[in-house]
T-cell receptor, first 113, second 112 residues
Framework: EAQVTQNPRYLITVTGKKLTVTCSQNMNHEYMSWYRQDPGLGLRQIYYSMNVEVTDKGDVPEGYKVSRKEKRNFPLILESPSPNQTSLYFC????????????FGSGTRLTVV | GESVGLHLPTLSVQEGDNSIINCAYSNSASDYFIWYKQESGKGPQFIIDIRSNMDKRQGQRVTVLLNKTVKHLSLHIAATQPGDSAVYFCAENTYTGNQFYFGTGTSLTVIP
């Protein structure tokens, strides 16, 4: 089944403790993105990647890092999480812009206390 | 950045009625648009897309209309069913761009 898989689904952590949210897609898509979703603000792009080793900032990149060492994987790293990063996170992939949009993962609900 | 907005944050319809969800966009350079459906606890799911060289596109029970003159997009759902209850987003993109911009969403509730 074609899908985007992200883990974990739920995560509660403490301020400053580094964490990684994994994302993997099995559709051989070139483009991958991370979004955060907050009430009243909709989906905001954190980082995106156009291909292996090619990444760029989205609208809200502060406090996040990403890497794209392999085409299928696009982990999101929070080096020192803070409470304002409490949010619902989605990983998504697409074969290319203008080509049917993104396929989204099921989401990771992160709480930073 | 671009602004993608929705006219109504919530919409309630009777089962079997038609639903219309509206979206305004501000970037006249946007030439590709998508409607997504997000059910509770799930990620957004592609419903239908339309390019700017079209005014209308039909899918199964859904139709998207694009009015480039007033920069307005609408999603029409025919014979709305309880399974259509969800949040609906529009997203815009320029064909050669790397980013999609999403609206904040409209919550559709279907009353049995």
């Amino acid at each position: 089944e074609a899908q985007v898989t992200q883990n974990p689904r739920y995560l509660i952590t403490v301020t400053g403790k580094k964490l990684t949210v994994t994302c993997s897609q099995n559709m051989n898509h070139e483009y991958m993105s991370w979004y955060r979703q907050d009430p009243g603000l909709g989906l905001r792009q954190i980082y995106y990647s156009m291909n292996v080793e090619v990444t760029d900032k989205g609208d809200v990149p502060e406090g996040y890092k990403v890497s794209r060492k392999e085409k299928r994987n696009f982990p999101l790293i929070l080096e020192s999480p803070s409470p304002n990063q409490t949010s619902l996170y989605f990983c998504a992939s697409t074969p290319g812009t203008g080509a049917g949009g993104y396929t989204f993962g099921s989401g990771t609900r992160l709480t930073v206390v | 950045g671009e602004s993608v907005g929705l006219h109504l944050p919530t919409l309630s319809v009777q089962e079997g009625d038609n639903s219309i969800i509206n979206c305004a966009y501000s970037n006249s350079a946007s030439d590709y648009f998508i409607w997504y459906k997000q059910e509770s606890g799930k990620g957004p799911q592609f419903i239908i897309d339309i390019r700017s060289n079209m005014d209308k596109r039909q899918g199964q029970r859904v139709t998207v209309l694009l009015n480039k003159t007033v920069k307005h997009l609408s999603l029409h759902i025919a014979a709305t069913q309880p399974g259509d209850s969800a949040v609906y987003f529009c997203a815009e993109n320029t064909y050669t761009g790397n980013q999609f911009y999403f609206g904040t969403g409209t919550s559709l509730t279907v009353i049995p």
